[in-house]
């Protein structure tokens, strides 16, 4: 029995697959079940793409090509992204990558817990845990993130404190949990849904053009003395109050 064979018994098989891909460090098991969907995943030379397969050791399970081999070590990264990043393990327009910041420092396959659109910059966590990832990442577990936002446009109260209640665009409801108007054109805003660009959603809909958008806190992590495209690991006790 080889080496991957032996990680897979060790896993009580047979298990499936996006649990599988998750313990390879490719993402959380909802982004392992997209790339599953995709397309993106072999089994023995075949794709497969329909949720609930299930894997055993015998079996050889490959991403674009890759051997996919669960981790050994799992790592907790916090990382300050700078604008023009992009959260992706590839971007077909070769635009600089988060993980480029790291890789060669960290051997392991890493992933991005949530997300940072391109040019937003800020704090996201990386890591190989995909249990973990998934657990802090739930929107039912509504961890606090806040962002610093600057504008070239005035700011109003009117439309912030709308924005407490409720706002529907294009059908989808869009809320946050608390803001501070610091100046007519920087805000602190507090998020717990975590929605794809939300925030420069709601300003689209107000009108309110952005200079800057800075992700400065998650749950109590702040990290404020990290410099931009610079990162640490999360001390253990950091990594067991995320998950609490």
Known sequence: M???QSALK???????????LARCGLGSRRKCEELISCGLIEVN??????M??????DDVVKYRGEICVPEKKKIYLIVNKPPRYLCANFDPQNRPLVQDLFKNQIKERLFHVGRLDY???????YTNDGQWANQIAHPSR???KEYLVNTRSMMN??????ALKGIIIENELYRIKSYSLEEEKTVRITLVEGKNREIRRLFKHWNWAINF????????????????????????????????
Do not use: C
Request: glycine share 6%; hydrophobic share 40%.
């Open 10 to 20: 060790k896993m009580n098989d047979p298990i499936r697959l996006q649990l599988y």
């Open 213 to 244: 958008l800075k992700r400065i806190r998650i749950g109590r992590i702040t990290d404020m003395d990290l410099e931009t495209g610079k990162f640490r690991f999360l001390s253990a006790d950091e990594v067991l109050e995320m998950k609490k």
């Open 142 to 144: 509504e961890i606090e």
């Open 45 to 50: 030379g075949v794709i497969v793409n329909q």
């Open 2 to 4: 080889n080496w991957i």
């Open 157 to 162: 109260k009117k439309s912030l404190d709308e």
């Open 119 to 125: 040019m937003s910059q800020g704090l996201i966590f």
């Open 52 to 57: 609930g397969s299930k894997i055993t050791p």
